[in-house]
């Protein structure tokens, strides 16, 4: 198993992956989970730099593995149910 963002789209690697999920999260769903999980003791400096470079990088990254992973990817799962939900849909895959 790997974790990694890119499915298929990496030539290099591609051919070693049976099997790609996209896990499709709402963007303003993504932005909050990485906040608490990132930066609960964060400075607010901190938080606004990074929403700053979220803006100018990340936000697009999102947006353009909607357009060019997603189609690629075997299954996809709704990333807006609770983790715990995700977990065990994605667990169902594996041992499917």
Not at 36 to 50: A, K, P, Q
Request: glycine fraction near 4%; hydrophobic fraction near 45%.
């Amino acid at each position: 198993m790997l974790d990694y963002p890119f499915a298929y789209a990496n030539h290099q690697i591609s051919k070693f992956i049976d099997f790609a999920v996209f896990i499709d999260t709402p963007l303003d769903v993504a932005l909050a989970r990485r906040l608490v999980r990132d930066f609960g003791n964060s400075t607010i400096t901190e938080v606004m730099s990074d929403m700053s470079n979220y803006l100018l990088h990340g936000r697009l990254a999102y947006l353009e593995a909607l357009n060019t992973i997603r189609p690629q990817s075997d299954f996809v799962v709704d990333g807006a149910l609770p983790v715990s939900e995700i977990t065990r849909i994605l667990m169902e895959c594996v041992d499917a």
